[in-house]
């Protein structure tokens, strides 16, 4: 009796599947017939001289931009939601600031969710097997966070990027304060002259400075976007001008001269760390080639350990070993970053 609830539970999905196929096949065809009157018509029509129309993949990209707003505009109403969503913002680039929010992140990762259950469902109804509400769950929670691990590695890059051209600013600002230009027209200076993570990010600094911010408001903001430690010292430093008083010229002929010992510095200690670095990162690589060989070798290899309880508990006591090797090696590697 429970097969036969599974086998109806199975064909009612696959039901759904061949209609939803059978729809995009109707779409389509309708789509080719307007196509095909379109081509026939444009014999007799004049075309215009500007070119106005709307290529496919633009349709897609509107399509989908529309249905997030959408989602959006539901969701937004939960305050949990909206507030879990403002986490975003800071990954929102400058010239996205208009069309783009931080609840757009939330839509797009529970769009990402569904579309990763309806393929773990159809999966499963190809291969005639019963669903889980355990594996639903779990494709929908993969689906969910699988685009945070983008936005991290793209944030990091962001970081290095922001980093490595800090020192370019700071010594634009600096020449352009010694030149007799005030704050915003130094920064805005910098917006101009550099592109890139950096540019983006003196460009929203610029626009908190058009709303009236203070420049120590406003590089707390630009330290609350990008977490970096260079420009906590230069909000720190700006923090202490504005209380105390000085000459900001000098305070930024500081900054600068900071930052340029400092960077020589980190050149240095790469030099002398690269060799230790990439036997750290060799022997990171290590265990998971030597495993990739021997499950070419003998795919049997590691069941005994797979199936066995004693097997299991050696396995979990390795990843924790490595993953607290990795954790003590990068705290003594990080000399190569000094701060």
Do not use: W
């Amino acid at each position: 009796m429970k097969q036969s609830g599974v086998l109806i539970e199975i064909f009612v999905v696959q039901l759904i599947i061949i209609a939803v196929l059978i729809a995009v096949l109707f779409y389509a065809i309708k789509a080719r017939r307007y196509f095909n009157l379109e081509r026939k018509f444009n014999k007799y029509s004049v075309t215009p001289l500007t070119n106005k129309e709307i290529s496919f993949g633009d349709r897609v990209v509107n399509l989908f931009n529309r249905l997030i707003k959408k989602i959006s505009s539901f969701i937004s109403k939960s305050k949990v939601l909206s507030d879990y969503g403002k986490r975003y913002e800071k990954h929102i680039s400058f010239d996205s600031l208009e069309t783009t929010s931080g609840i757009d992140f939330i839509s797009i990762k529970f769009l990402l969710g569904f579309i990763t259950v309806i393929l773990y469902i159809i999966t499963l109804a190809f291969h005639s097997t019963g669903l889980s509400a355990y594996g639903m769950i779990g494709c929908f929670l993969v689906g969910f966070f699988i685009i945070d691990i983008f936005i991290y590695f793209i944030y990091n890059r962001k970081r290095k990027h922001i980093s490595d051209d800090l020192l370019k600013a700071i010594i634009i600002m600096n020449n352009s304060f010694m030149s007799g230009a005030s704050i915003m027209q130094a920064v805005e200076i910098v917006k101009n002259e550099l592109d890139g993570a950096i540019g983006d990010e003196f460009k929203k600094i610029y626009l908190d400075m058009t709303y009236g911010l203070t420049i120590e408001v406003v590089f707390k903001r630009f330290y609350e976007r990008v977490k970096l430690e260079d420009v906590k010292f230069i909000a720190t430093s700006l923090t202490l001008l504005n209380k105390t008083g000085g000459n900001i010229v000098k305070v930024f002929k500081s900054i600068e001269r900071e930052f340029v010992d400092k960077k020589k510095l980190n050149d240095e200690l790469k030099t002398v760390t690269a060799a230790s670095i990439f036997v750290y990162r060799f022997l990171l690589a290590v265990p998971f080639v030597i495993c990739f060989l021997i499950y070419i070798l003998n795919p049997s290899y590691f069941s005994p350990m797979m199936h066995n309880p004693l097997g299991i508990a050696v396995l979990v006591a390795i990843v924790v070993l490595y993953a607290i090797y990795v954790v003590v090696i990068k705290k003594v590697m990080k000399v190569n970053q000094y701060e």
